[in-house]
């Protein structure tokens, strides 16, 4: 081979490379978060020094389930102390009506940026045209959460995805609910357990999903007739991010449509929770899309 052979081979080497590279992806999470509540077993027990252990993990976001009793002033500190943010927290759907100015007052101590709803109460939902009543609900705490400098949002689980009177219920909520005042938080499991395709969502409704939960599944649950199923909160398929069978390159590429600005690895019951943390947390720090 002579060296104008070589220097061509190697130039179209390159070439191919960096086409390759470009096709894989060269986008990355920049600060991979954690949702409390999975390590929600072991908080109790020495709450700061837990969040410490996250923070050496490698996680520099959390997002709160509950304070576990103390202070927001407290909490705070904490997190300054270890190098974490709070930028979102969930918030019962009881707390939105006259106790909410004090929730709001809470998260600017705390520095959240994002108030989420995980949960629409069962004897609402359940109600006659029930996620239309959630739906105002939320209009109105997303009004005066913007009027605070704050962005409301909800949180799904597999219900929502289960047919009421032929119409899914988180259809409804992204109808009724105007789009500036109420976001998404994707739960990017629940929703695959209850059928349905996320890209096709933020095709749909592009900007409108700031946050997702990022947990995995071994295999996709068994749904009733109806399309949902009383699961609770004991999924036995849930495992690791980049364990199970959740194709996430493909998910994370759709960011920039989605609006994802925050990602919160998520695990309901995992066997040892610092082990499961640290194992999603080493798969997300990784991946590119």
Known sequence: MDRRTFLGTMTAASVLSRQLSWAAGDDKIDKVGLQLYTIRSVMKDNFEGKLAKVAEIGYREVEFAGYDGHTPQEVRGMLDRHGLTGPSAHIEYKSLGEKFPSVLDAAHVVGHKYLVNPY??????????????????????????????????????????????????????????????????????????????????????????????????????????????????????????????????????????????HYFVEHDHPKDPFASIKASYEYLAKVRF
């Open 120 to 261: 629409i109460d069962d004897d609402v939902r359940k109600g006659p045209d029930g996620w239309k009543h959630a739906a105002e609900t939320f209009n109105r705490a997303g009004e005066a959460s913007q009027k605070a400098g704050i962005q409301f949002a909800y949180h799904n689980h597999w219900f929502e995805f289960a047919p009421v009177n032929g119409k899914l219920p988180y259809d409804i909520l992204l109808e009724e609910c105007d789009p500036r005042l109420v976001k998404m938080e994707m739960d990017l499991c629940w929703i695959t357990v209850g059928g349905q395709d996320p890209l096709k969502y933020f095709k749909r409704y592009p900007g409108r999903f700031p946050l997702v939960h990022v947990k995995d599944l071994t295999k996709i649950p068994k749904t009733d007739a109806s399309g949902g199923q009383n699961f609770g909160d004991s999924l036995d398929e849930m495992t690791e991010v980049g364990s199970g069978i959740i194709d996430w390159k493909k998910i994370f590429a759709q960011s920039d449509e989605a609006g994802i600005k």
